[in-house]
């Protein structure tokens, strides 16, 4: 027999013989998957699905109907802050689009809608008297919520400051002028807005703004004036928190949303998790370690030395006051092992070049930071509810010939960190829901238009919205409320 009628009959037996074996492995996994019981991957049955966005981004019409002009405004029209020169006059148009996205929410199933105020819509200048049309707008949002079966939880504070208010952030005086804006909202929404949340992200619109300067409004200061800023972002939380309490309807829950750095342990040892939680207690200490413990713990003030915060009698009271649920907004890891050679008992790991992250450079991918994060808040300050204010990822989604998007990265960055906050509900954290970003692309802020963090394509000519294939996987997905 020649070398090719050899193979020739050696693949035939052996396909007999996979053949009559195949059908026997068939048969044994078939009688051994009838055995087990499925792997659980539902969420609570309560769980509360929804997605987010924010004013600034979405809204456009920013010189409509008496809206006063925020520090993104001057910021964006500054030359060479913003790539492409783009700016959020225009953003979504959803200022006059608001009930296309809402049917947008509605086809996808959600209960609920993370949105954000336009300060300036309220009062143009920051404080006094308040702009008639601006709130007729948000009140004709928040019905039109309604009526498609969505909660509205609304963010009072997402970045856009009165450019009007003397010294923004940097004068202790923008903190209760916050408070007051608040306060008032909270009287006028409370009957149907059941939860609020204060200020978004601390550390971006403080540091990013202020000490970084790739954000409004785009100061490098000291590090005395950082710290103080910081101080007023915080201080600004805590008066709003106690505005909006004693304006709102009884009932009314009130939180932060927050973008708290998250460590992850590098070994799930009991030695690596007590490092990460110490590393996440430290790091945070000037923003939501302040306005949990409603104190500056003693290592930052020891670091910050002369440049500590200067602080006033019932600052820290205001600072921490009790809240009715913590937010978070999580992303990406940093992480740690514990280490006896550092005095701090832990060393941060750095992200390496090849480390995996989406499409902005910021965005390492860590899947393990949605179930640490959740836990590291938890069993350091035991809130009575978590919620998601933010998860998502940037991706360079571009049109098929179809003229649709089939972002399967984004599914994959989902998938993977919706099963780490699964984990952590099924473990018995207080996590209640979860909040997408985004419902569609935006104006992504310092990166304008050229990052799409969306589950909905807009086409920023024609404002048109597509939705993506991730918008239909998490629609299956709320729809069994189960991971897909």
């Known amino acids: 027999m020649d070398r090719r009628n050899f193979m020739k009959h050696g693949m035939a037996m052996g396909s007999a013989a996979l053949a009559t074996g195949g059908t026997a492995l068939t048969a044994a996994r078939a009688a051994r998957a009838a055995a087990q019981t499925p792997l659980d991957q539902s969420f609570p049955k309560d769980f509360l699905w929804g997605t987010a966005t924010a004013a600034y981004q979405i809204e456009g019409a920013v010189n409509e109907d008496g809206r006063g002009q925020t520090n993104w405004d001057v910021f964006s029209h500054t030359p060479g802050k913003v790539a492409n020169g783009d700016t959020g006059d225009v953003a979504c148009d959803s200022y006059h689009r608001y009930k296309d996205d809402i049917a947008l929410m509605r086809n996808l199933g959600i209960k609920a809608y993370r949105m954000s105020l336009a300060w300036s819509r309220i009062f ?189 009698a019932g600052d820290m009271a205001a600072i921490g006051s009790p809240l009715d649920f913590v937010a978070l907004n999580i992303y990406t890891p940093t992480f740690v092992k514990a280490d006896a050679s550092d005095p701090r008992g832990y060393t941060p790991l750095p992200h390496l070049p090849q480390s995996p992250r989406m499409a902005s450079p910021w965005l390492y991918v860590g899947p393990e930071a949605a179930y640490w994060g959740v836990r590291a808040v938890s069993e350091l300050w035991k809130p009575k509810a978590i919620y998601i204010s933010e998860n998502g990822t940037s991706a360079d989604d571009t049109l098929n010939k179809s003229g649709l998007v089939d972002d399967s990265d984004r599914i994959m960055y989902l998938r993977n960190y919706l099963g780490q906050f699964r984990r952590a509900a099924a473990e018995g954290y207080p996590l209640k829901g979860y909040f997408l970003w985004s419902l569609m692309d935006n104006f992504e802020w310092a990166d304008g238009y050229g990052k799409r963090f969306g589950i909905h394509h807009v086409d920023f000519a024609t404002q048109k919205r597509t939705p993506k294939l991730s918008a239909l996987w998490y629609k299956e997905l709320i729809r069994r409320n189960a991971l897909v």
């Open 124 to 312: 143009p200048e920051g404080r006094g008297k308040p702009n008639a049309k601006g709130l007729d707008y948000y009140n004709r949002v928040i019905d039109a919520l309604l009526e498609a079966g969505i909660q509205p939880n609304v963010t009072m504070f997402h970045w856009d400051l009165p450019q009007a208010l003397p010294g923004g952030w940097q004068n202790r005086d923008t903190a209760k002028a916050f408070a007051d804006y608040a306060g008032f909202m909270a009287g006028k929404l409370s009957d149907r807005v059941h939860r609020f949340m204060t200020v978004n992200e601390l550390r971006c619109f403080t540091d990013l703004g202020h000490m970084v300067g790739i954000h409004a409004p785009g100061l490098k200061l000291a590090p005395a004036q950082v710290n103080q800023v910081r101080h007023h972002g915080v201080l600004a939380h805590g008066l709003g928190v106690q505005a909006i309490r004693a304006n709102a309807k009884a009932g009314t829950e009130v939180g932060i949303a927050d973008n708290a750095n998250i460590y992850v342990p590098a070994i799930e040892t009991p030695e690596h998790i007590e490092a990460a939680k110490k590393a996440f207690r430290d790091d945070n200490a000037m923003f939501l370690t302040a306005v949990m413990e409603g104190r500056y713990i003693d290592s930052y003030l020891a670091s910050a030395g002369a440049n500590a915060p200067k602080v006033q």
